[in-house]
């Protein structure tokens, strides 16, 4: 019974070839059929299976190959931006003016695109986030099981629509319909800055506001996907611990779900945020320009990062205007950077479930 | 506190599977009942029962009778939380809160049932872990996570957490299985002491552990792979492990089987 074992083993498929030869020699000295002639030979040189070494080529080739990518990215805008970043009249961190229509004299600062960027990813977080944590909530506690996968399937459906289809939506359709709650917003809180009268037509939607209401809708699948998936993960032991103590459903999510959840539905919402950061075309369609700068009001117009590059290039043919353009994409790739690497740290800093 | 439990003829059900089939058994007060018998033969699920766990499962169903002092838990009126306030429950695997600290951990029974006079908490926590034998182990660290523990300690803190309620009836579903031998000793001899206090109900792969806890043993047997478990019978503990009347457990506790 035991030889058939001690014969089988070498040839286990996890077996790397180094250890293998070493540990062949003592199984097969015990086992009372003599060593074949090729044994020690194997023995000597550890073995290399060609199958091995193509995959591990293929596997170490794959991670190289990502981090060159992303290296080689940073270094092309860099090495993009820097000339015109040169030839900036004015300061490019702290300057709100942006005009690249004469190469000669180019002034450009991304203050404003910073701060209209910004804005519309929080407000679409802040809208985001507690009806994606409703959403996952209901999905892996309340719901029935034959109810929650199709209904899970819609939510990430949300997220395979185009976010140009995002884009006609918000303006044709959410723009309108929010223009009654807009206006009577500007007239009973404009003494609020953030619901101060904005630098554009509030008829037309084409403000931060309808911006991040659709980039909320279009950052909530991912979020709720995330958040899903780790809900689902806490421990039952946990979960049947607070049941047994007469534990609620309600109070099961709060002394079990939501403490295990915490870093991951945090490190989704980052996501959502690094998402929202970049989202283009949706914005770019949503925005009215406006045509003085921001003013700290969900009303106003203006562009982001991600939409004033893509509405711009018609000014790329002179790589002057054009590395202003790459200047400030270099900017948003810093700034999306900064927020992964914060959503990891926070995930590695959440060990008491390990 | 510590009353007395009545299975009246219990079948339980997941989904079609029938798991168990007529069970009925008396669990006297101030008492150790221990379940013994082979792996899958239901006793998990008859404890589970015992304190409206076993719904929990999806498709998970009941029928017959379980009183607690008479009153059917099972009754229409019975809400399953309320059951759960006052039949404590301790697992295979110590499962602790891990973000919760030692004393928040101890209390979190409590809390669950509206107590927040803050000095009433803390000498319910003290009181727990002295009743578990824990406090000399954390006194000095009952704001820490009771994750840091060893896994007799957090067993010992599940305990605590039990008994912090002042249960009617403490259930325990192989309390020692994830143990070391030293901290199963601890265990045990806890279960002794609180036998004092609490009727308490013990499934046990372990018969050694079952001939020194319990004052009672009840033996589980299945007739073979799909078919339900069933209770074979139950006695005094003294008596199942000396002379039991049927062979089936003569031939378990001997070792034949299982």
């Not at chain 1, 015990?30 to 290399?48: G, L, M, Q, S």
Request: aromatic share 8%; with cysteine; charged share 20%.
């Amino acid at each position: 019974m035991k030889d058939p074992v001690v014969a089988k083993r070498p040839a286990r498929p996890g077996d790397t070839g180094a250890e293998r030869g070493v540990a062949a020699a003592p199984h097969a000295s015990e086992a009372p059929i003599p060593p074949t002639p090729e044994a020690p030979e194997t023995t000597k040189a550890p073995h290399v299976r060609p199958g091995d070494r193509i995959f591990r080529g293929l596997a170490t080739g794959s991670g190289v190959f990502i981090v060159v990518l992303i290296g080689a990215i940073g270094l092309f805008l860099i090495l993009q931006a820097i000339p015109s970043l040169g030839l900036d009249n004015v300061n490019f961190l702290t300057s709100r003016e942006w005009n690249t229509t004469d190469p000669s004299n180019l002034r450009f600062g991304i203050l404003d695109l910073t701060l209209v960027t910004v804005v519309v990813a929080l407000l679409a977080l802040l809208i985001a986030m507690p009806i994606a944590l409703g959403i996952a909530l209901f999905l892996t506690q309340y719901a029935p099981r034959n109810l929650a996968r199709p209904f899970a399937y819609v939510v990430d459906l949300l997220a395979a629509v185009p976010s140009i289809v995002f884009g006609l939506w918000g303006l044709f359709v959410l723009g309108p319909v929010l223009f009654p709650f807009s206006e009577w917003l500007i007239e009973n809180l404009g003494w609020i800055p953030l619901f101060a009268k904005g630098n554009v037509n509030v008829q037309l939607g084409g403000t931060i506001f309808t911006a991040g209401i659709v980039v909320a809708v279009m950052i909530l699948p991912i979020i709720t996907a995330v958040s899903r998936e780790v809900f689902e993960r806490t421990p039952t032991m946990h979960v049947e611990g607070a049941i047994a103590l007469g534990a609620t459903k309600w109070e099961v999510v709060r002394t079990t779900v939501l403490p295990f959840g915490k870093a991951g539905y945090v490190s989704a919402s980052m996501l959502g945020l690094g998402r929202a950061l970049g989202e283009t075309i949706a914005v770019a369609i949503i925005l009215s320009t406006a045509t003085s700068s921001f003013g700290w009001s969900l009303f106003d117009g203006g562009s982001t990062f991600a939409s004033k590059i893509a509405l711009a290039a018609p000014e790329f043919n002179d790589p002057r205007s054009a590395g202003a353009y790459i200047a400030a994409g270099l900017v948003l790739f810093v700034l999306t950077f900064v927020v992964n690497a914060i959503a990891r740290s926070i995930v590695a800093g959440h060990k008491e479930y390990e | 506190m510590a009353k007395r439990l009545d299975i009246k003829d219990l079948n339980l059900f997941y989904g079609k599977f029938h798991a168990v089939e007529n069970v009925s058994l008396a669990v006297p007060p101030k008492n150790v009942t221990a379940f013994i018998g082979p792996s899958g033969c239901g006793k998990s699920t008859v404890l589970r029962s015992l304190n409206r766990m076993h719904e929990v499962a999806p498709g998970a169903r009941v029928e017959g009778k379980v009183l607690l002092d008479g009153e059917d838990i099972y009754a229409s009126t019975v809400d399953p939380v309320e059951v759960r306030r006052t039949i404590g429950m301790v697992f295979q695997r110590p499962n602790p809160f891990p973000t919760m600290s030692i004393r928040d951990n101890v209390v979190a029974g409590l809390r669950l049932s509206g107590v927040k006079d803050k000095k009433k908490l803390d000498e319910v926590a003290e009181r727990s872990l002295r009743g578990a034998n824990l406090w000399n182990e954390v006194k000095d660290r009952l704001d820490k996570p009771g994750g840091g523990l060893s896994g007799g300690q957090q067993q010992r803190l599940c305990i605590a957490r039990a008994i912090a309620v002042q249960p009617d009836v403490l259930l325990m579903d192989e309390p020692c299985s994830a143990l070391d031998p030293i901290s199963t000793l601890a265990i045990e001899d806890l279960i002794t002491e609180l036998k004092k206090e609490y009727t308490i109900v013990i499934v046990t792969h372990n018969m050694q552990q079952a001939a020194r806890v319990s004052d009672q043993t009840a033996f589980f047997n299945l007739l073979g792979v799909g078919q339900p478990g069933q209770l074979i019978e139950v006695d005094d503990t003294e008596k199942i492990f000396s002379n039991p009347g049927q062979k089936a457990t003569e031939d378990y506790i001997s070792g034949r089987f299982g």
